[in-house]
């Protein structure tokens, strides 16, 4: 993702017209300074090189490390120009911030324009670059919007330019205009964080807008892996459930994440619940549990497979209607 901040920064802060003075400017300071750039290129790579001791017996290495991040791994990309990135960040901010956000974009587009707000450009290119680069042909989003986050800090700021726009155009009516905008910005932002934390609690990393339905609307539209717990954060709701309600010497087997489990289940499961791995699911005690987020990987696994399609399981912990967690009985206990 910071390959791309170059990218933001020429888009957002350089003079770009007139366009012909703005390119022979360029040329007569490259002129000028190539030996410092080319200095400052190889100081990057002999850091780089320096601080990662995986290249210091290889450095080609490196490459190919690039080459597994160009083509993410063995996920195969969209074919064509796609709006799912824009769709769910539309879908994951509170309908308050979507709002603002919004109306904050139109008023900085309108404002570079007329000339007016030159620092504008900055965050609309902060907002876009990030937003065009995951959406172009041969890119993967996947899991939310982890992928581009980095547009996040700019949507605040252009939202937080359209409150402050909105002040400013009612402070021209007067006192008592210039108070009721402050009262509704703040019923705006305040209410869906209200709405969002009573439908969602501690899990607020799963959060859908009501705009999209919800999470189970939003795993209809996005798929159950996009609608999910990616970070396993709900797993230690689950070992709660499994110290209160699991029998002595019971074996936990966990399909997505497995380590998740393994690191802290000396802190925070049962101490005779016994960890087993997915080779050896039968050993251990009478009662046999699966755990796992309702990720999509799950189905890599027969046991997890089987976990998602338990029409009865054993512990289910669901936000807005839909499951993002699930426990499941093998031994085929209640």
């Known amino acids: 993702n910071a390959l791309f901040l170059p990218l933001v920064l020429v888009l957002g802060v350089w003079r770009w017209f007139p366009f012909a003075s703005a390119l022979r400017a360029l040329g007569q300071h490259l002129r000028r300074t190539?030996?410092?750039y080319l200095l400052m290129v190889g100081v990057?790579?002999?850091?780089?090189?320096l601080v990662w001791p995986y290249l210091h017996e290889d450095p080609l290495r490196?490459?190919?490390y690039f080459r597994y991040i160009a083509s993410q791994g063995?996920?195969?990309g969209a074919t064509g120009l796609t709006l799912q990135p824009v769709q769910m960040l539309l879908a994951v901010l509170p309908e308050g911030m979507l709002f603002l956000l919004l109306l904050g974009t139109a008023v900085a587009i309108f404002s570079r324009l007329s000339g007016a707000q030159p620092l504008?450009?900055?965050a609309l290119a902060w907002l876009l670059v990030p937003l065009l680069r995951i959406s172009l042909p041969g890119s993967a989003n996947f899991d939310g919007i982890r992928h581009?986050?980095?547009c996040l800090p700019a949507a605040a700021l252009l939202a937080g330019f359209a409150a402050a726009w909105l002040v400013e155009r009612a402070s021209r009516r007067g006192v008592v205009a210039r108070a009721g905008m402050l009262v509704m910005l703040v019923l705006l932002i305040a209410m869906p964080v209200a709405d969002g934390w009573q439908r969602y609690g501690v899990y607020q990393h799963v959060y859908f807008n009501r705009l999209v339905g919800g999470q189970a609307r939003a795993a209809e539209i996005f798929g159950d892996s996009e609608a999910s717990d990616y970070w396993g954060v709900t797993y230690r709701a689950g070992m709660n459930w499994l110290n209160r309600n699991a029998g002595s010497g019971a074996t936990l087997v966990t399909p997505v994440a497995p380590w998740l489990v393994e690191l802290t289940a000396p802190v925070w499961l049962r101490g005779d619940i016994q960890v087993a791995d997915l080779e050896s699911p039968e050993a251990g005690g009478s009662e046999r549990y699966v755990m796992l987020v309702t990720n999509s990987g799950?189905?890599?696994?027969?046991?997890?497979?089987?976990?998602l399609d338990?029409?009865?399981p054993a512990y289910s912990l669901r936000v807005g209607g839909h499951a993002i967690m699930q426990i499941c009985r093998l031994d085929g206990g209640g």
Not at 298 to 307: H, P
């Open 74 to 76: 063995s996920r195969v």
């Open 310 to 312: 338990d029409p009865n």
């Open 298 to 307: 799950a189905r890599e696994e027969t046991l997890g497979g089987d976990c």
């Open 148 to 150: 581009y986050l980095e």
């Open 120 to 122: 504008l450009r900055l």
């Open 44 to 49: 990057v790579v002999a850091f780089y090189w």
């Open 34 to 36: 190539w030996g410092q």
């Open 62 to 64: 490196g490459l190919e």
